[in-house]
């Protein structure tokens, strides 16, 4: 069956095949460990885990690396400002080692938790300085880079195909460029070596031909992707930020010193939002997988809310639209518990699914086929075969799953309704009070209207 991608690069669906047959190759740009991942960080990993999943439903091996960039991400797109890694250290008082340790583990587990197939090899940067470095005087050689007092950077005017990628405006960029360019010569032009500051010690530096300091944020997957995947391999992807700076600029490191575009397919994946706001780690004001579950909310939940919008669509995040997520899964779950042991699977319906997929992951299109099979009159060990079958790309852990009946003690079904007798003579103080009682007891609490549902951690 024909399998088909939308390739940012050329901006069109086309039909995808491997470049060494039967053995896909990926790359995923990994979280900066500076603070928890947030929820629309999390969906980029799920639609990776989606393409993942299917390739594998393909009948490919696939080869995954995700790097983890533990230093060098500075806060300004423009290569100005701090390092998050030593700003999160500042904020947090773990050093950088300890910070970037934590929060891979924790960025770690809550894949665990959505379900994420985790990848073949993981990658540090602080783990590859000597690579980077070796990229850099690759690039040096070939004469793409110039020294500035910060730094040394990579001169984006020397590349002919500068800026593909996000179909970048070079004329009408280099004339607004005066005030924000700095010393570079050109406003796209970008840091591959940064000099520690001046009569300062970083926690995160090293010796190289240039100076003391540390890598820009850009080489790092450049020559990470290279040493795992080679110069050129299937797909690389990323969310949709990605495109305009660190994609373009990783294109531009590989295009100089390797002649090639890196990858056949860049992929990316677009946004989850909050209402009208922009989620992003840096704003501090954003929701965790912790977050979900302190509402009492199973973490597939968020991934079968995940699945409903196609990865090429924003989505906007609400507590509404997960309550709906809850209820499908649970009656999926329960359908398909009582549907009992499999049979045969049904072939017109998974092949419905399979082509829904190949079509650049219409994810939202094979789950409408799903329904239309669980609502039809066909036999129930059919039904159940066939979802098991479509659950190796769902990953909701139909299989294994199994009604709970919870007793809940008598103290807490106690508290909760005095809860709700507090909730309701408005007395807030207390009301929480309780809640944290509850939550010592070992279960959450959530309102849903009326309702409030008592849920064991
Ligand atoms: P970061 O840890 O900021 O380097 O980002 C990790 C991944 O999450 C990258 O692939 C980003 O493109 C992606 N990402 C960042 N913010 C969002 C968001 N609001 N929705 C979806 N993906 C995002
Ligand atoms: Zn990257």
Known sequence: MELKFFDTYDRRVREFLPLEQNKVKMYACGPTVYDYAHIGNLRTYLFEDILKRTLLLNGYDVEHVINITDVGHLVSDGDDGEDKMELGSKRSGMDAWELAQFFTDAFQADLRKLNILPPDIWCKATDHISEQIDFVKELEAK????????????????????????????????????????????????????????????????????????PGWHIECSAMSAKFLGDYFDIHCGGEDHIPVHHTNEIAQTEAARGTRLANFWMHGYFLRLKDDKMS?????????????????????YRYFLLGSHYRTQISFSWEGLEAAQTSLSRLYELAFEWGAPGEIHRPTLEAIHRDLNDDLAMPKALASLWQMVKSDLDPSQKKATLLEFDKVLGLGIEHWTPQTVNIPAEVEKLVKDRSRARKGKQWQKADEIRDKISSLGYNIKDEGDLTKIVPK
């Open 143 to 214: 004469g793409f880079t110039y020294r500035l007092t910060d730094g040394i950077y990579f001169d984006s005017q020397k590349l002919k195909n500068y800026g593909h990628l996000a179909r970048l405006d070079i004329d009408g960029l280099q004339e607004g460029a005066r005030v924000e360019k700095g010393e570079r010569r050109f406003l796209t032009d970008f840091a591959l070596w940064k000099f520690s500051p001046e009569g300062e010690t970083r926690q995160m530096e090293w010796e190289s031909p240039w100076g003391k300091g540390f």
């Open 281 to 301: 780690k840096s704003s501090g004001s954003f929701i965790t997988l912790q977050t979900i579950l302190d509402y009492g909310f199973d973490p597939l939940v």
